[in-house]
């Protein structure tokens, strides 16, 4: 079997490591226990975390074991990293019912059982640490001028750097040190935005345990042109159902710009290698073949087989046969009555949430950006009936990407 290090460089992870050459014999020699670390900033992960979920299913079926750390008590402080402003603060209640949500969707990805993977709560330590003891212990090994060259803090110096968050990094560095002692843990990964926490961890394990730890980073979800990936008009790609439907979820990977095909396949499928780069390769109309690839892998490894082939079912039907099933598509359910003397194109756009203000929608319809079943609208006064539906249903789009039912009921 190959290194799973190997597999991770070829398939494009890996950005940086502390001891690029003891890991790979680390990982070839032993069963290793490692860690990632999620705060709970919302209810859901969503599809910036999924870079870092992957290399955890691609770490446990090479033998080794993940710990799945949430971040109950480093989220009551907020990372800067990455970050220009201060992180909105959340509440101890907030925070629990996101690490709930987290747990929840963390189950569907890595095997529990038999202790093969292990999901903590770093609330469980580090709300209980000492002040006192703990600036004692722990603040005398980090140098207050090495911390202020850190790229998590450098972006910060010139808007304001609270103290509070000042603090995330010795957190951050002491979860490391607690996984080390509660389950000889020995290997941190993480985004690269965490290159500077976890170089931190490493040193402090050494330091304290006289122990031979690591880190590795692995590459943002990014664009070809350096872009973050995983944001829409209306915000994040979620992995939970209820807040991107699978069918939103499989169109955001069907609609991905060409030259992000590729990496996307090799980082967030399973697919091998040969197969990753022979879809890469396609051209013209024919990447659409890799594109529909990627939405079903992504969207199978997420929300399952059916719902993957419910999305895609549904998307042949928008690009093809109208006729044909389209269950899956987000759709609406209005009252027939609201019909009966009309309804303005600007508040159906409303109701179905397409639109959050009445001027966007008349910069849409403007800029030709709304279409009723296929035909554009023009008219910002435009009265939808009863006669605009077809087995009392209509279809929305908002530009180019975005579809959307209208069902009238009784």
């Known amino acids: 079997m190959a290194n799973v290090y190997d597999v991770l460089v070829e398939r494009g992870y890996i950005e940086q490591a502390t001891h690029e050459e003891?890991?790979?014999?680390?990982?070839?020699?032993?069963?290793?226990?490692?860690?990632?670390?999620f705060d709970p900033t919302a209810d859901s992960l969503h599809v910036g975390h999924f870079v870092q979920i992957m290399v955890m299913m691609h770490m446990q079926k090479a033998g080794h074991r993940p710990i799945a750390l949430c971040g109950g008590g480093t989220g009551?402080?907020?990372?800067?990293?990455?970050?220009t402003d201060m992180r909105k603060m959340l509440t101890l209640e907030q925070i629990e019912n996101n690490v709930r949500s987290f747990q929840k969707q963390f189950s569907r990805f890595l095997d529990f059982s038999d202790?093969?993977?292990i999901m903590v709560n770093n609330a469980d330590w580090l709300t209980k640490l000492k002040y006192i003891e703990f600036i004692r212990d722990i603040g005398k090994h980090f140098s207050v001028n090495r911390m202020l060259t850190a790229e998590c803090f450098k972006n910060r110096l010139e808007k304001g750097l609270s103290?509070?968050?000042f603090n995330y990094m010795l957190l951050q560095s002491y979860d490391f040190?607690?996984?080390y002692k509660r389950f000889n843990c020995k290997l941190q990964l993480g985004g690269n935005d965490q290159w500077s926490n976890i170089i931190s961890g490493v040193d402090l394990v050494r330091r304290m345990e006289n122990a031979s730890v690591y880190g590795l980073t692995f590459k943002l979800l990014t664009t070809s042109e350096g872009k973050k990936m995983g944001k829409t008009e209306s915000g994040?790609?979620?992995l939970d159902a209820a807040k991107t439907s699978p069918y939103d979820f499989y169109q955001y990977w069907r609609n991905i710009d060409d030259p992000d095909v590729e990496n996307c396949l090799a980082l967030l499928t399973f697919l091998p290698m040969e197969e990753v780069?022979?879809?890469?390769?396609?051209?013209?109309e024919k990447i659409n073949i890799a594109k529909e690839t990627l939405a079903y892998e992504i969207t199978k490894l997420v929300h399952g087989q059916e719902e993957a082939d419910k999305a895609q079912k549904a998307a042949k039907a928008l690009f093809g046969d109208l006729s044909t099933d389209s269950a899956s598509i987000p759709a609406t359910e209005l009252l027939k009555s609201k019909f009966t003397t009309g309804m303005d194109i600007l508040t159906l756009l409303m109701e179905t949430s397409l639109i959050s203000s009445k001027g966007e929608g008349r910069r849409l319809i403007q800029q030709g950006g709304i279409y009723l079943d296929n035909n554009r609208i023009d008219d910002i006064f435009q009265?939808?009936?009863?006669?605009?539906?077809?087995d009392n249903k209509l279809l929305l789009r908002k530009g180019k990407k975005v579809y959307h039912q209208v069902k009238i009921i009784e």
């Open 163 to 165: 103290f509070l968050e």
């Open 383 to 390: 009265m939808i009936t009863l006669e605009d539906f077809v």
């Open 177 to 179: 040190l607690e996984l």
């Open 115 to 117: 202790d093969q993977a």
């Open 277 to 284: 780069r022979r879809l890469g390769s396609y051209k013209d």
């Open 22 to 37: 003891e890991i790979r014999k680390l990982l070839d020699e032993e069963k290793v226990t490692f860690y990632i670390g």
């Open 236 to 238: 994040a790609v979620w």
């Open 76 to 83: 009551l402080i907020g990372d800067p990293s990455g970050r």
